[in-house]
């Protein structure tokens, strides 16, 4: 076996990944994939997750296809959550970090997904490692396997050099740290270029390659030396470390030395040659001394001392040439075959998404904005019908139409348009009815600011911790202030605030509204009889034959009509629907991103464009329509004369008193629906407000035990010297032994604390310190896109809300398990007619 080092793994915690993922799925999905199809995949990630993360440290080939796996599943996943989002305390201790006497241990927790992928391909990286550390050095299939592993290693540390920082956001355990990482990096391609060696000598090339082949390996262990040794970094690694890749250095340096010196006797070059065997014997012998390891290269070292003894005394006997200076002598080549890998996507060869049926974040975040135009557009066009169908209404009950042309034969009966708007309000529940449901709107007010009084008490509560904490340890207190964290949270919180403000006032509204028609409403729910009593007595002109009678009654025909184009074009505008998802993702998948304002408006224009056209003829029609109904009821009224006064206002009464009920009856069940959708919105924006305290109340225990620790390890005072260890008797330690000279010098062991030199083809290389860049300054994740549950006047909606809804389940979505402060008041309209969870505190 070649004697690698093989870098040590991260050790993670448990966690629960199965409920805060199905809150996010569940919030950010439910207008476009069911999320109950995807709780079978989360739970099969949570058994993957507990599999991979485990399996990594029984150090086998097996176990790489495992974690593989479970890191593709990662990639995939962030594509279609925002990584930040997923609000779960991952917590990975230090791979470096062995604890202390109190069995605490270095280890950062971010909820964060990329945090996550970031530590689980960094085990990736280890277990190649170690895998390639196990192989044998006599075997050519294991000796390509190792050769492989490490390269990809050592790329996947590079690639993670450049990304863990912008990634994590925040200072990174030691084993993350950028310079650990290249550190890594380096090591990982130098022992790869050393199994090439191997290679080439199990393999009998020539001698002049392998030569070149460990010269370059000698180069690159050099430069993992330098960097080894620096400050920073030396203190970090297991303390042999650094004594091995000095031994590998020099080693290397003999191996190249002596398969050179081969190439010189083939050559007949015998003084060359016997000058480099003295070379590279004492270049094994240092090796084995930085390294403290007798077996390092010893069959080599062997041959090597063997050459050397038959090729002076060929010469002291035949040749008699001179021996030339070894720093006289042409350098040997150079040939690297090692390459830092590019990270592979993906990992595993069978890979299966497990949530193949969620769109990449970019496609539901173009969904999302597409909905809302189209949002807009639907309920403006809505507006505008029932606006032009209530003015219209109102001129018509002022004219007391079509009740004063229903009878007009002198009879005192009721008209017949009367009779049937009283049986149409009674069908529908009457005044009890409305009152019953207005009487339910307080409770479902007071169900929704409670939870989210409760989701800013959550918020309130983390803040006032931290910043506790923050005042209490300083700059200690290292990690994000929670102001950055919650942003977002908070200013949905300010936009639910507002939505439920400006229902206070459409249910205001509505209460007006009812009161001012109460008495009408009354009367139209009674029985036939009572109403007939309830209106007074007269009659009307005769004037049934009367040209203005026939004109009114043919206009009224057209005002049905109209009414009837306009359900029609309603019933259009809302079930309409068009499929971008498709769209969406062949976008994506063509030009590598989504032009969504220019995609929807194409989209939206074909398909709601010749609606808008019939909303806006309609409109126009009406206007014309009530010119001549206004001109035929007045030669109406001069034909039939004087009439009843009391009687008729007491038709118009009644007659607005329907359209008043018809209108309340529609804004007090888009305002029960309303409020229904609100709660499913606030109860997965509680979820995922939840989530997050949750991790971050787990962060802050981990950090705050840290600190703790580390104040008592930094408080305790150091042991003194018993007395009776001090006197005359006692020994007194021996003076450092003078290193012994030789060719190179050689190094002192590690524990002495000074760096070892470096030496390249021999000579000493002066020790460089790194320099590091800054990183990018952190971006917030974007906002995320508004949501319109479909609502009209007075109730908030995207018409009359520019601002929109925050993100969150769509309606028609059974609310997740948990989060309302109380039970809703019996007898809720059918939307939700599962009922409502249990209260969680």
């Given at each position: ?9 991260k ?5 629960d990944?199965v ?5 996010l ?7 476009a ?13 949570s058994?993957?997750r507990n599999?991979?993360?485990?399996k ?8 790489l ?5 479970y890191y593709d599943?990662?990639v ?9 989002e997923l609000?779960?305390p ?11 006497i ?7 927790t971010i ?10 391909l960094?085990?990736?990286a ?6 390639a ?8 299939e294991s000796l390509k396997?190792?050769a492989k592993?490490?390269?990809q ?6 690639h993670l050099?450049?990304t863990?920082?912008?990634?994590i956001q925040?200072?990174p355990?030691?084993d993350?740290n950028?310079d650990?990482?290249?550190?890594l990096s380096n090591?990982m391609?130098a ?10 000598i199990?393999?009998n090339?020539?001698?002049s ?5 460990a010269s370059?390996?000698?180069?690159l262990?050099g430069e993992c030396l330098?960097v ?6 030396k203190?970090?690694?297991d ?7 000095a031994?590998k250095?020099?080693?290397?340096h003999?191996?190249?030395q002596?398969?050179q010196?081969?190439v010189c006797?083939?050559n ?11 070379h590279?014997?004492?270049l094994?012998q ?6 403290g390891k ?6 080599l070292?062997?041959k ?6 038959e090729?002076k005394k060929?010469?002291?006997f035949?040749?008699?040439?001179r ?14 075959p090692?390459k ?17 049926e ?5 496609v ?15 309920n ?19 004219l007391?139409?079509p009740?004063a ?9 009721l008209?017949?348009s009367i009779?049937e ?12 009815e ?8 307080p409770?479902?007010l007071?169900?929704?600011q409670?939870i989210?009084d ?6 309130n509560?983390e803040?006032q ?5 923050r005042?209490?340890f300083?700059?200690?207190?290292t990690?994000t202030?929670?102001?950055?964290l919650?942003?977002m ?5 300010a936009?639910y ?9 459409a249910?205001?509204?509505v209460r ?11 009367l139209l729910?009674?029985?036939p009889?009572?109403?007939q009593?309830?209106?007074p007595?007269g009659?009307s002109?005769?004037v049934?034959?009367s040209s203005a009678?026939?004109?009114l009654?043919?206009?009224m025909e ?8 306009r359900?029609?074009?309603?019933s259009e505008?809302k079930n309409t ?7 969406f ?6 030009d ?13 224009g074909?398909?709601?464009g ?7 003829e ?8 009530i010119?001549?109904?206004q ?11 004087s ?10 009464q009644?007659a607005?008193a329907?359209d008043?009920?018809r209108?309340?009856l ?8 309303f409020?229904n959708?609100l ?14 305290c ?6 802050k225990?981990?950090?705050l035990?840290?600190?703790t620790q580390?104040s ?5 005072p150091?042991?003194t ?5 001090t006197?005359p008797d006692?020994?007194?330690?021996a003076?450092p032994r003078p290193?012994?000279p030789?060719?190179?010098?050689q ?5 002495g604390?000074v760096p070892?030199p470096?030496?390249?083809?021999g000579?000493?290389?002066?020790y460089?310190?790194?320099t ?24 908030p909606?995207?018409y ?5 809804f925050?993100?969150a389940?769509g309606y028609?979505?059974?609310?997740p398990p ?7 008041p019996?007898?809720y309209?059918?939307q939700?007619?599962?009922g409502?969870p249990p209260?969680p505190?």
């Amino acid at each position: 076996m070649a004697e690698l080092i093989s870098v040590p793994l991260k050790k993670p915690s448990e966690v629960d990944l199965v409920t805060p993922l199905k809150n996010l799925i569940q919030s950010r999905y439910s207008t476009a994939d069911k999320p109950e199809d995807c709780n079978e995949a989360i739970n099969e990630l949570s058994k993957l997750r507990n599999t991979a993360i485990w399996k990594a440290f029984e150090k086998y080939e097996s176990s790489l296809d495992i974690i593989y796996g479970y890191y593709d599943q990662l990639v995939s996943l962030e594509t279609k959550i925002p990584a930040q989002e997923l609000q779960v305390p991952f917590k990975w201790k230090d791979a470096f970090d062995k604890g202390s006497i109190f069995g605490s241990r270095i280890s950062l927790t971010i909820p964060s997904l990329s945090y996550e992928k970031i530590c689980v391909l960094f085990n990736i990286a280890a277990l190649q490692s170690a895998v390639a550390a196990s192989q044998s050095v006599e075997n050519d299939e294991s000796l390509k396997l190792a050769a492989k592993l490490l390269q990809q290693s050592s790329g996947i540390f590079n690639h993670l050099k450049s990304t863990v920082m912008l990634t994590i956001q925040q200072d990174p355990t030691p084993d993350l740290n950028p310079d650990t990482l290249g550190a890594l990096s380096n090591l990982m391609l130098a022992q790869a270029q050393e199994i090439f060696v191997h290679k080439a000598i199990h393999d009998n090339m020539k001698d002049s390659i392998v030569a070149k082949l460990a010269s370059q390996c000698e180069d690159l262990y050099g430069e993992c030396l330098k960097v080894f040794q620096r400050e920073n970094l030396k203190n970090i690694w297991d303390k042999d470390w650094i004594p091995t890749i000095a031994g590998k250095q020099a080693a290397l340096h003999a191996v190249a030395q002596f398969y050179q010196s081969l190439v010189c006797r083939s050559n007949k070059q015998i003084g060359e040659e016997i000058a480099r065997l003295e070379h590279s014997v004492s270049l094994f012998q240092t090796a084995q001394q930085r390294s403290g390891k007798a077996s390092l290269f010893q069959d080599l070292q062997h041959k090597a001392q063997r050459n050397l003894t038959e090729v002076k005394k060929d010469n002291d006997f035949i040749y008699h040439e001179r021996i030339p200076d070894i720093k006289s002598l042409e350098l040997i080549g150079k040939a690297q075959p090692a390459k830092v890998l590019p990270l592979a996507q993906p990992m595993s060869q069978a890979f299966k998404d497990l949530f193949s049926e969620l769109v990449p974040v970019a496609v539901h975040q173009a969904l999302a904005a597409y909905d809302v135009r189209k949002t807009e557009i639907v309920n403006a066009e809505i507006g505008r019908l029932r606006e032009s169908t209530t003015t219209l209404n109102g001129i018509l009950a002022s004219l007391n139409l079509p009740a004063a042309i229903e009878v007009t034969d002198g009879s005192s009966g009721l008209p017949p348009s009367i009779i049937e708007k009283a049986n149409t309000v009674s069908q529908l529940g009457g005044i009890n009815e409305l009152e019953k449901m207005i009487r339910e709107l307080p409770d479902a007010l007071k169900r929704n600011q409670d939870i989210l009084d409760e989701t800013d008490r959550m918020l309130n509560e983390e803040k006032q911790a931290d910043d506790s904490l923050r005042q209490q340890f300083k700059e200690r207190w290292t990690r994000t202030p929670s102001d950055k964290l919650n942003e977002m949270f908070r200013s949905n919180a300010a936009k639910y605030r507002e939505i439920i403000n400006n229902a206070v006032q459409a249910d205001k509204v509505v209460r007006e509204k009812f009161e001012s028609h109460r008495e009408g409403i009354a009367l139209l729910s009674k029985s036939p009889a009572e109403l007939q009593a309830a209106v007074p007595q007269g009659s009307s002109g005769t004037v049934t034959n009367s040209s203005a009678v026939n004109t009114l009654r043919q206009l009224m025909e057209e005002v049905e009509t109209i009414k009837a184009e306009r359900d029609v074009i309603e019933s259009e505008l809302k079930n309409t629907n068009f499929d971008m998802k498709t769209k969406f993702l062949s976008a994506l998948a063509k030009d590598g991103a989504i032009s969504e304002p220019a995609l929807s408006v194409e989209n939206l224009g074909q398909i709601y464009g010749p609606l808008q056209k019939q909303v806006r003829e309609s409109i126009e029609k009406q206007e014309g329509l009530i010119a001549k109904i206004q001109q035929a009821h007045s030669q109406f009224i001069q034909e039939r004369g004087s009439t009843a006064s009391g009687r008729e206002s007491k038709m118009v009464q009644l007659a607005g008193a329907h359209d008043a009920f018809r209108d309340l009856l529609n804004n007090l069940t888009e305002g029960t629906k309303f409020y229904n959708d609100l709660t499913q919105l606030l109860v997965a924006f509680q979820n995922k407000v939840s989530d997050f305290c949750f991790a971050r109340k787990t962060e802050k225990e981990e950090l705050l035990k840290d600190l703790t620790q580390e104040s008592s390890r930094g408080s305790m005072p150091t042991p003194t010297q018993p007395s009776y260890y001090t006197g005359p008797d006692v020994k007194k330690e021996a003076p450092p032994r003078p290193p012994q000279p030789s060719q190179p010098p050689q190094a002192p062991p590690a524990s002495g604390g000074v760096p070892y030199p470096v030496y390249v083809q021999g000579m000493p290389v002066p020790y460089g310190a790194s320099t590091s860049t800054p990183y990018p300054a952190y971006v917030p994740p974007p906002m995320p896109q508004g949501y319109n549950p479909y609502g009209t006047m007075p109730y908030p909606n995207s018409y009359n809300y520019p601002g929109g809804f925050p993100a969150a389940p769509g309606y028609g979505q059974q609310p997740p398990p948990g989060s309302y402060p109380q039970q809703p008041p019996a007898g809720y309209p059918p939307q939700n007619p599962g009922g409502y969870p249990p209260n969680p505190w």
